[in-house]
């Protein structure tokens, strides 16, 4: 997903959930100070954008984000991140502690 259609989906959250104006809706605006989104706003959104992410969002990731192009980025990021190579079993050097 471009970041283009990521704004998209973003800016139809924010129209839909929080009843913000369109026009009100740019890369630039700040959430708390333009659009009025506080933390437990803030909190909503990342659960409307887990569907756009086909995962779980932590919360954390977005700590840092003051606009809606901070969002998009870090969006952006959580998609792109290649995950860690998981270890092939045989390759396993930590002890078996299952418990049967």
């Given amino acids: 997903m471009t970041k283009q259609e990521m704004f998209a989906h973003l800016s139809a959250i924010l129209q839909d959930t929080f009843d913000i104006p369109a026009e009100n809706i740019r890369p630039e605006s ?33 700590k840092s984000v003051r606009t809606l192009q901070d969002v998009v980025d870090a969006l952006h990021g959580l998609l792109t991140e290649t995950p860690e190579p998981s270890t092939p079993a045989h390759q396993n050097t930590a002890p078996d502690t299952t418990i049967a």
């Fill in 30 to 62: 700040r959430l708390y100070e333009d659009l009025d989104i506080d933390s437990i706003d803030a909190v909503d959104l990342i659960v409307k954008l887990k569907p756009i992410a086909g995962k779980r969002l932590q919360p954390d990731a977005f």
